[in-house]
């Protein structure tokens, strides 16, 4: 398995529940290994769950108990090295939610982001001041500095749709998010400029659910499809909630949010069709 350009924090998740398989398959219980190594078995247990850092010595002598072979333990130790290195966002800790920690990680390592949104532009593709209005609306509400802050960490995600290796975008964006104001109508002229100039990027692709479009199997609500490229590892979804988000690699749980993807892209309208509707909100928002 080769490791993705930068990720600790999912990292830490990856190979944490990668000690959690190799233990399993010995039928030691997190008990068996802290007395056998001398560790706590909360230690274990938190390294399993990438609750705390992954010590190397630690480690090393897990995956000596387990009986893992050498070359596997040096890869181990590369990926443990990575994981353990802190990543851009962590210069942003003031204003980064521990649950979200795990969603910019995910962004920064994956090769290609699915996604559908109801309610508000993706945090990927929006402007400072439509940014500033949404995290305006967080709870407990942010203070002035506050904001600041959180704007600037949104707006540094964004440097990942240009990099050198970006991930391939794909968004579905529900018409309810283009015809919703956020605050002055500026602001949202801006923002479907923006949308439309993220257009141009060859490895962006937006398509406009329509309310035409009648119901769809994604009414549930958005969620976001992370495709990672390290081999044998699976992809994750992300679902929203009122307070935080939860992260699932099930296959079938993920294998169903893909499926579902797929049926609200044939639903949606086309690359083609979506730019057109974008203009024509525009030029209504002149009017």
């Not at 068996?32 to 990438?50: C, H, I, N, P």
């Not at 964006?173 to 283009?178: A, G, K, S, V, Y």
Request: proline residues 6%; contains cysteine.
């Amino acid at each position: 398995m080769s490791a993705p350009r930068s990720a600790p924090k999912y990292l830490l998740l990856v190979l944490g529940r990668r000690l959690q398989e190799l233990r399993r398959a010995k039928g030691f219980s997190a008990q068996d290994v802290g007395d056998e190594l001398r560790l706590a078995q909360s230690t274990v247990t938190r390294m399993e769950q990438a609750k705390i850092a992954l010590k190397w010595p630690a480690v090393k002598a897990m995956l000596e108990l387990y009986g893992v072979e050498q070359a596997e333990v040096r890869e181990f130790r590369t990926l443990t090295d990575e994981a353990n290195e802190p990543g851009w966002w962590q210069s942003y800790r003031d204003a980064l939610p521990k649950w979200f920690a795990v969603h910019v990680s995910l962004e920064d390592a994956a090769s290609q982001i699915r996604g559908y949104e109801i309610h508000v532009v993706p945090g990927l593709l929006q402007t400072e001041d439509y940014a500033r209005a949404v995290l305006r609306l967080n709870r407990p509400h942010p203070t002035s500095d506050e904001l600041k802050r959180r704007v600037a960490l949104r707006m540094e995600r964004q440097g990942l749709l240009t990099r050198p290796d970006p991930p391939q975008l794909w968004i579905i964006l529900d018409e309810l998010m283009l015809r919703r104001p956020a605050g002055e109508p500026e602001v949202m002229k801006a923002q479907v400029d923006r949308l439309i100039e993220a257009m141009d990027l060859p490895n962006v692709t937006l398509q406009v659910l329509a309310f035409s479009a009648g119901l769809h199997p994604g009414a549930f609500g958005p969620f976001t499809h992370f495709r990672l490229p390290m081999e044998d590892f699976p992809d994750v979804v992300c679902t929203d909630t009122l307070t935080g988000a939860t992260y699932s690699e099930d296959r079938d749980e993920v294998a169903q949010h893909r499926a579902v993807l797929d049926r609200m892209s044939a639903q949606a309208m086309s690359k083609g069709r979506t730019r057109k509707f974008l203009e024509d909100i525009r030029k209504e928002l002149d009017q």
